[in-house]
Every structure is written in C-alpha cells, then in structure tokens.
C-alpha cells in the first residue's frame, strides 16, 4: 500500500530525511539510478542518443545522475539544459552536473531532432501555472523529437497538487516518481500526462494515512482469496446475479462473466420472465432463472447464494424498487447495490439500508451519485458525497472515476490507480459488480472486494490497451481478459507499477 502525498508534504519529507542523515546527494543517486534503470529496460546503448532535458533544481540533479549512469552504462547521452551557465542553479543539480561533464558527459544549447528515448527532468513537483522561457521551449522540443519519453517524478507541465496541465505539458511514456505518489499524479487530466506510472524507494519515509490509500500491486496480491488444493466449486461460494430487463438484456450476462473470471463457484442469473428468452443459455456456465417484475414472491430463496448483485439493467421503475424494499427487508446475505438499484433509493429505503444485518456495498458512477446525494459535479464534491454515504448508511462505496475510489464507513479512502478511458462504455460497470460479488463469495469482506475487484478491472483494460487501442475495448474483453490481470497479482509482478500498461518495457 502507498499513501500519496502533495508537493508541499513530500518537500518536508524529503527535509526530514537529510536531517535525519540521508544526505541530499545520496537521495539524488538513488533517484537517478533508477532512472536510468528504467531508461536501459527501454532501449540498449546501441539503439541511438538518450537526450536529458535538466532543469536548474534539484530534479535537474536527478537527471544530470541518471545520464552519469547511462553514460557509464555505454549509452550516447546529450544533456540539454533550460539554463546557461551562468544561471543560479541548487548545489545538487551544480553539483551532478559537474559529476556528469566529469565522466566525458556532453552538454549542449543545440536543439535536437532526433532520439532513442528523452528524459524529462526539467520541473518537479512544485511546478504550477505556465511554462515559459527556457523551459517552455525543451518542453516543446522534447515533445517534437517523438520519442518514449521518461519523466523523473512528474511530467513537466503537470501541477504535482491538482492535476491541471499546461497546453505544453509533456506526454510521458514512463513517469518515476520517489517514495510517494504525487497527488496530481493521480488526478484527471495529470495522470493522462504520465504513461505509465512507477514508484520507486529512494529511502524517505511516509507515514501511513488511511484516508490517501494508493492500491498497489503488493497490496492487490494479499488481498486476494485463497484457493486451497482440496477445494471444490461449493468452497468458491455461490453469486446471484438479480438483474436486467427486456431492453437490457445484456447487464446480467456482462455480471455473471465478471463474476464467473474472477474464481467463484457458481453463478446464477435471475431475470424479468420477458427477458428471460434473450439471455438464458447465452452464458453455457451459468444458472438461469426468472422472476415476475414486482412480484416478490417469485424471487429465489436468498439462503441458497452466498451474495447478491441487484440491479444491473432492471430499469427505474416501481418493480425495481419493490424487489430492493423486499430484499433489505427480509434477506440477510450480502449484497452488491449497483446502477437501477442505487437509483430507486429514496430516504426510506436509505433508512432500511442502516439496519440491514448483512454486508451492503455500493457501486455508483458519478451520475449514480449524484442522483442519490444531489451532490456537485467537482471532484471533491463527488468524494465527500461518497464518503458521508459510507459512513452515514454503514456501507462500502466504490465510485467509478479516473481515479476510481472506494470509501470505508470507517472513513478510510482507497485510490484505484489502474484503468483507462476503454472502461468508459456501457456494461463495464456491469463486470465490475460480477468481480465484486464473485470477491465476496469467496470470502473476501466488501472493503477489500471493492478495492481488488477496482484494480483487476483497471489492469485488465491497462494490459488490453498494452496490445491495441483502448478506444476498442469492450467490457467482455475485460471480462475474458481478467485472467491476465489475476496472474500478474499472483505473481506479484513489476510491484513498482502503479498504473499504466504492465508490458511498458516493450513499447
């Protein structure tokens, strides 16, 4: 688990680590081998010029070491700084940068057409505003050289605190970050900015905070459920999937596929009789069964599943609500609320929700949201909706985003960094509420199912849109792509990834 941090906050961290006796210097070593890690796992030294974009501060003196270290690695490397040398710059930066020309490194005010990769290391995290001067000009140049471009610890252009960009901003391959993520890092239209996004230990402490939680994969790979060698599909648990309708024939099959990839024993889709033509037998491993809209007679016995999804494609109409009123009366087991069954939530039924004995969680985006709390359409606005509803009805909530959060009634925040703009389309959410369910069938509470189904789903649509356009993707490749992402977990592969695509070495 990381725990992000603003500008100001990693700035004092970053303080206190040179006074407790980590000499700036050795923070820059750190910071620039890895770096230059990164930089060798892209490309060989006889693939062409590394060129290193530096500016006067310290995460100049980040660069000026990583080229140190690729130049000792073989590499041509060109170092272009924003700065002459007559400029101010910190004693890090004055100082690597001698270490570099020391070790035969070239300096040069030429501007450069061509390269194999570019480092960005010209601002850090305290840039906010508008590029200019000097440093506006090798942002542009950077980006005309149309090579990967690897950013030390933000891509510049990018307001480490609220994401914001200038029109200029680089476009990252890779961005490194140190010892926490950036809080624009994480924040829409900044993490579009960063290609993929890694977190490297350069040895400053950060405190735990349980409301900044970032999702790693370390953390993703305990979360998940155990698979003993003895087991049987009646260990996995069973999902019943209460969902869709004539129109939306679809949402029950698109949950009942999320839940069968992600390892529970059986799942049962129960649909509106008229709908039932349409669906049963779509999906050759699953159960299916129907039921009367609005008659809650008809609906299965709740003690024969270990956890519900209700409300994928039911609609918002007087039988959804009914069914809901029901269940929240008078079942026990828990239940995953999604789409028509957070819309039909009135003050009654949220009364309901408070004493229900089994565990809720809730899946909304942010129209969803917004149509249960009336909240605002700002971010922040968003968060603390969602945060009052987890605590106020004793529920996990998980809202959908870049980034996609999940809230605790305890008050906790987790951040989802995985995930891309292919996961914006109709039935996406419909998987995800299947993975959630098929989670905490297997014994997984809700918290953590929310919070490793979120991951799965994001990493499922990274490693797609690592092989073709993210714009083409479609929820069923997520949900049949899901056993990628569960083997990348399992093997706790590339822990330093936070998000992006995991085959990021090969582009």
Same mark, same amino acid.
């Not at 003196?61 to 002459?84: C, E, H, M």
């Not at 990628?484 to 399992?490: K, L």
């Given at each position: 688990?990381?725990?992000?941090?603003?500008?100001?906050?990693?700035?004092?961290?970053?303080?206190?680590?040179?006074?407790?006796?980590?000499?700036?210097?050795?923070?820059?070593?750190?910071?620039?081998?890895?770096?230059?890690?990164?930089?060798?796992?892209?490309?060989?030294?006889?693939?062409?010029?590394?060129?290193?974009?530096?500016?006067?501060?310290?995460?100049?003196?980040?660069?000026?070491?990583?080229?140190?270290?690729?130049?000792?690695?073989?590499?041509?490397?060109?170092?272009?700084?924003?700065?002459?040398?007559?400029?101010?710059?910190?004693?890090?930066?004055?100082?690597?940068?001698?270490?570099?020309?020391?070790?035969?490194?070239?300096?040069?005010?030429?501007?450069?057409?061509?390269?194999?990769?570019?480092?960005?290391?010209?601002?850090?995290?305290?840039?906010?505003?508008?590029?200019?001067?000097?440093?506006?000009?090798?942002?542009?140049?950077?980006?005309?050289?149309?090579?990967?471009?690897?950013?030390?610890?933000?891509?510049?252009?990018?307001?480490?605190?609220?994401?914001?960009?200038?029109?200029?901003?680089?476009?990252?391959?890779?961005?490194?970050?140190?010892?926490?993520?950036?809080?624009?890092?994480?924040?829409?239209?900044?993490?579009?900015?960063?290609?993929?996004?890694?977190?490297?230990?350069?040895?400053?402490?950060?405190?735990?905070?349980?409301?900044?939680?970032?999702?790693?994969?370390?953390?993703?790979?305990?979360?998940?459920?155990?698979?003993?060698?003895?087991?049987?599909?009646?260990?996995?648990?069973?999902?019943?999937?209460?969902?869709?309708?004539?129109?939306?024939?679809?949402?029950?099959?698109?949950?009942?596929?999320?839940?069968?990839?992600?390892?529970?024993?059986?799942?049962?889709?129960?649909?509106?009789?008229?709908?039932?033509?349409?669906?049963?037998?779509?999906?050759?491993?699953?159960?299916?069964?129907?039921?009367?809209?609005?008659?809650?007679?008809?609906?299965?016995?709740?003690?024969?599943?270990?956890?519900?999804?209700?409300?994928?494609?039911?609609?918002?109409?007087?039988?959804?609500?009914?069914?809901?009123?029901?269940?929240?009366?008078?079942?026990?087991?828990?239940?995953?609320?999604?789409?028509?069954?957070?819309?039909?939530?009135?003050?009654?039924?949220?009364?309901?929700?408070?004493?229900?004995?089994?565990?809720?969680?809730?899946?909304?985006?942010?129209?969803?949201?917004?149509?249960?709390?009336?909240?605002?359409?700002?971010?922040?606005?968003?968060?603390?909706?969602?945060?009052?509803?987890?605590?106020?009805?004793?529920?996990?909530?998980?809202?959908?985003?870049?980034?996609?959060?999940?809230?605790?009634?305890?008050?906790?925040?987790?951040?989802?960094?995985? &995930?891309?703009? !292919?996961?914006?389309?109709?039935?996406?959410?419909?998987? =995800?509420? #299947?993975?959630? $369910?098929? @989670?905490? %069938?297997? &014994?997984?509470? !809700?918290?953590?199912?929310?919070?490793?189904?979120?991951? =799965?789903? #994001?990493?499922? $649509?990274? @490693?797609? %849109?690592?092989?073709?356009?993210?714009?083409?993707?479609?929820?069923?490749?997520?949900?049949?792509?899901?056993?990628? $992402?569960?083997?990348?977990?399992?093997?706790?592969?590339?822990?330093?990834?936070?998000?992006?695509?995991?085959?990021?070495?090969?582009?």
């Amino acid at each position: 688990m990381a725990f992000w941090q603003t500008p100001s906050e990693i700035t004092e961290l970053d303080r206190k680590a040179i006074s407790s006796g980590t000499p700036a210097l050795v923070l820059m070593e750190r910071a620039g081998r890895s770096v230059a890690e990164t930089v060798s796992s892209m490309v060989s030294p006889t693939e062409g010029t590394v060129v290193v974009y530096t500016g006067p501060g310290n995460n100049g003196g980040d660069g000026f070491t990583a080229a140190r270290f690729l130049l000792q690695k073989g590499y041509n490397v060109i170092v272009r700084p924003s700065f002459s040398s007559s400029s101010k710059i910190t004693e890090g930066c004055r100082t690597n940068m001698d270490r570099f020309l020391f070790a035969g490194g070239i300096i040069s005010y030429e501007p450069q057409v061509t390269a194999s990769v570019a480092v960005d290391a010209l601002l850090g995290v305290g840039f906010a505003g508008n590029l200019r001067g000097g440093t506006l000009d090798l942002a542009v140049e950077c980006t005309g050289l149309n090579a990967p471009v690897v950013a030390v610890d933000m891509p510049t252009g990018v307001d480490g605190l609220t994401g914001q960009c200038d029109r200029s901003a680089i476009q990252a391959s890779v961005t490194v970050t140190f010892a926490a993520p950036k809080l624009g890092l994480l924040l829409p239209p900044g993490c579009g900015h960063c290609g993929s996004l890694l977190l490297k230990d350069i040895g400053i402490h950060v405190p735990r905070n349980d409301v900044r939680r970032v999702m790693t994969r370390h953390y993703a790979h305990s979360l998940l459920p155990e698979r003993p060698v003895d087991s049987h599909k009646g260990t996995f648990g069973r999902v019943l999937i209460l969902a869709g309708s004539e129109r939306m024939p679809g949402a029950p099959q698109m949950a009942a596929m999320g839940a069968l990839r992600s390892g529970c024993g059986l799942v049962e889709m129960c649909v509106p009789l008229p709908a039932s033509p349409a669906i049963a037998g779509r999906i050759p491993e699953t159960l299916c069964s129907y039921f009367l809209p609005g008659d809650v007679t008809s609906l299965p016995d709740p003690n024969n599943y270990s956890v519900a999804v209700i409300g994928p494609g039911m609609g918002m109409n007087g039988s959804t609500e009914r069914i809901l009123r029901h269940v929240l009366g008078t079942w026990k087991i828990p239940v995953v609320l999604d789409a028509d069954a957070l819309n039909v939530i009135d003050s009654t039924i949220a009364e309901m929700l408070k004493s229900y004995p089994g565990e809720v969680v809730m899946t909304p985006h942010p129209g969803e949201l917004k149509r249960l709390t009336g909240c605002g359409d700002h971010l922040n606005a968003r968060y603390a909706a969602a945060e009052k509803t987890a605590i106020a009805l004793h529920c996990s909530v998980l809202l959908k985003g870049r980034p996609t959060l999940v809230f605790s009634p305890e008050g906790h925040r987790t951040t989802i960094p995985t &995930g891309n703009h !292919g996961l914006a389309t109709g039935g996406s959410g419909d998987v =995800l509420s #299947g993975i959630v $369910a098929g @989670l905490m %069938a297997q &014994g997984s509470p !809700g918290m953590e199912a929310l919070t490793l189904a979120a991951y =799965l789903h #994001g990493l499922s $649509a990274d @490693l797609l %849109a690592g092989k073709t356009s993210a714009r083409a993707i479609i929820p069923s490749d997520v949900a049949e792509n899901l056993g990628n $992402a569960f083997a990348i977990v399992e093997k706790g592969k590339n822990d330093s990834l936070l998000f992006g695509n995991p085959y990021w070495t090969q582009s």
